[in-house]
């Protein structure tokens, strides 16, 4: 009976490890590798101190050519243009001659800086505000307008006076008071207008001292009150 094909799905076994020299059953140890330190593999480092003296010295010569300390009679002196300029170019002559080239060649005599004219030469100066329409304008008083009070008793009504137990007869006394003055203020009220203001006027509930107010007699409110007594005496017996 023939043989048959082998199976090409079959798993072929991996090969057998060597065998040990040092006998069966025991494990070689594993290979020691070379260990390297910082020191071989980091470059040498850099001379620090000669590195920042170095940079030292560039920074002071950069400040002994472009910094310029004025002498002391010059420190609160204002310097006009061309003594500005001859002092720029005196300063860049110099700066030739450290570079060993003749200053004159660059900056020879007579140079100066090119000339602007001033801004707006020959321009008009117009306003920006001069084509904007009027505006309109508005005024808030600082006073109310009312109308005229005839019964009022303004320490205790506007100011909040309290004088206690009297302060029933006080306002009655103010009340009978303002009846028999009743006929002056309509007059007045007539000849002058029924209205008025708090302008002079302390606010309502503001610490003011108990005030004793003229009765406002006019001329047109003291004829009408003469009249208004005169008749009313005629008229009771």
Known sequence: MPAAPPDSRAVTAPPADPPSPAGPGLLLPPPTLPVRTPDDTAPPPADKPKADSDLATKEKDDRSRYIYTP????????????????????????????????????????????????????????????????????????YVVHRRLHFEEKNAERYGWDLGIIQPLVSTAYFYKDVLLWPNSLASCVAYGCWDTNAGKCLPGSPTPYYLYPPGLTLTGAAVEGLVITRTAFLIP
């Open 71 to 142: 002498p002391l009679q010059d420190i609160f002196t204002v310097t006009n243009d061309d003594r500005l300029e001859e002092r720029l170019i005196e300063r860049l002559r110099q700066d030739e001659i450290k570079a060993g080239r003749d200053p004159f060649v660059k900056y020879p005599k007579g140079i100066a800086f090119p000339r602007t004219p001033p801004a707006g030469l020959g321009l008009q100066y117009v306003a920006k505000t001069g084509d904007y329409p009027p505006r309109p304008a508005y005024y808030v008083n600082g």
